[in-house]
């Protein structure tokens, strides 16, 4: 059997870095890992949270890219 399964919840700033959620502990993390530091879960990639997802959206557009 497999660890916990998680995922980390991107939260972007528009003034600061990037933040990475982790789904099982609320860990935060500046960079994602692929097992969480705190709780150990083993992380099956990003996901935004949705109430960010415009603001990141706006950033691209404004950076013009990736
Ligand atoms: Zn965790």
Redesign the pocket.
């Known amino acids: 059997m497999s660890k916990n399964n998680?995922t980390w919840i991107r939260h972007t700033h528009l003034f600061s870095a990037d933040e990475y959620e982790?789904s099982?502990?609320?860990?935060t993390a500046s960079d994602p890992k692929p097992v969480?530091p705190?709780?150990?879960?083993s992380m099956g990639g990003e996901k935004y949270d949705p109430s960010w997802i415009d603001e990141a959206a706006m950033m691209d557009i404004i950076l013009g890219g990736k």
């Not at 099982?24 to 860990?27: D, F, L, Q």
């Not at 705190?38 to 879960?41: E, F, M, T, V, Y």
């Open positions: 998680a982790c099982a502990c609320g860990h969480c705190h709780c150990g879960a």
